[in-house]
């Protein structure tokens, strides 16, 4: 399992996380979570956090919505 360091700038709804801090420093149930939305990240972003723990395997990510094609009249 991959373990990486991240600014908690630059989370993303979807990422597998873990706070580096004691659970009685953050208001969420448990350190490791999937972010599930921007409040969350909003509430993660106030923390005293020089980083978090990103998990890219466990993460949830949203592929960019596909390119429609442009339509060619001629």
Same mark, same amino acid.
């Given at each position: 399992?991959?373990? %990486? $360091?991240?600014? =908690?700038?630059? @989370? $993303? @709804?979807? +990422?597998? @996380? $873990?706070? =580096?801090? !004691?659970?009685?420093?953050?208001?969420? %149930?448990?350190? *490791?979570? /999937? /972010?599930?939305?921007?409040?969350?990240?909003?509430?993660?972003?106030?923390?005293?956090?020089?980083? /978090? #723990? #990103? +998990? =890219?395997?466990? !993460?949830? %990510?949203?592929?960019?919505?596909? &390119? /429609? =094609?442009? *339509?060619?009249? &001629?």
């Amino acid at each position: 399992m991959t373990e %990486l $360091k991240i600014k =908690p700038t630059q @989370i $993303k @709804i979807g +990422y597998a @996380i $873990k706070l =580096p801090c !004691s659970w009685m420093e953050h208001p969420f %149930l448990a350190a *490791n979570f /999937v /972010v599930e939305n921007q409040q969350q990240i909003d509430i993660i972003q106030t923390l005293p956090l020089d980083f /978090v #723990f #990103f +998990y =890219p395997d466990k !993460s949830q %990510l949203q592929s960019p919505a596909p &390119a /429609v =094609p442009a *339509n060619n009249s &001629a």
